[in-house]
């Protein structure tokens, strides 16, 4: 007798992930169970979280006592993960995290002249400088510049002179890399067959063109920032992290060109689209930065430096469409954002994004370089621009740290 045929095998689908992320492990939030009211955890998703309501819609349910967060998106058999609320009683202990918020760091002695003492700040120069500039497409010459204007490298300057600067002011100092290589193992090379697996999860046909672009990516952006974030998360566990950048606007014609204007602004993590919350893995981590209550360190921190950082370098303030950016406050260069950096550094993070790099006045203080003292630019002293942009940053910190501790 022929034997019975076997059921077709069932294997569910390949889980929604980001590039090169992992699938979360959901009890990771067990600890969290009972933490955060119903009222304060729709607050956050709906006002700096979820770009919209409609965008969290169908992921995470909301009940009268918990939230039910859908474990795989495209897979719902797998089943969703219960969080329940806190009711009436207290929080007895903090959430779990590694970060402290200054109430929960040493108040600071009176007349100390160390208002970051004890204070640790990861420093994250953005990109990648050297021979690495041309995977990272953050790097341009105009007509006859002597100097290339390298995102990568500018970054690093800014970041050597704010570890100097903190450092005096007490701040242990640790910075994701002091070179301009990259702290990620992989490269291009190695990445072919991860995007290929990507792309073809995304229901796209890997052609040539679309395979490099986005093995580059993986390499220069993905691969990196989750590099750097192993090193915050796991070794440097800081109480906040400064990802220092500098802005560019677009240069339609192809060929890079000077635009105006020059502007400003600082970003904190939020505004989740709908394609992002259905990433299992970033709604994991939308849902940690609730429970953490990042967001407040971020929002307070970013409004006080912000203003610092704009009196600094007297740049007026950027504004997004509400599409990838939203405004979550009534400070206009404060907005919220969801980028990697400032999804999987797990403590608060402030994104600078101040200065065109394409802009006439900020392309001719980049040909100027780290010069001491100040000079004429445009009818106005300045210093060099890195050290400006470093001093906005630390006014800031030290006026926040002083009204908070
Ligand atoms: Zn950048």
Redesign the pocket.
Known sequence: MPEKAEPESFSPPAPNIARLGRIPDWSQLDPYQGTITREEFVYLLNHCYSRSPEDSAGYIRLQSDRALILKQSNYPELGWYDLRFRTETPLSAPVPKYWRSPTEIDDLPANSTKPLQGLRIAIDP??IGGKWVTWDD?HFKIGKDTIEVK?GEMTLIVAKILERDLTLLGAQVFLTRESNNPTTPERVETLQEEAKAYLTRRGQIPSAGLLASTAKAMFAISSEIRSRGEIINDSIRPDLALCL??DASPWPSGRPTLRTPNHLHLLINGCYSRSEVAEDDTRFEMVLRILQRVYYEELAMADVVSRTMQKETRLPAFAYDGKSGMSVNDNELVWARNLLANRVFFCPVLFFEPFCMNHSETHLRVQEGSYDGLREINGIYRKNIYQEYADGVTSGLIRYYRQRR
Request: glycine share 16%; no cysteine; charged share 35%.
């Open positions: 953005g990109h953050r995102e950048h500098f």
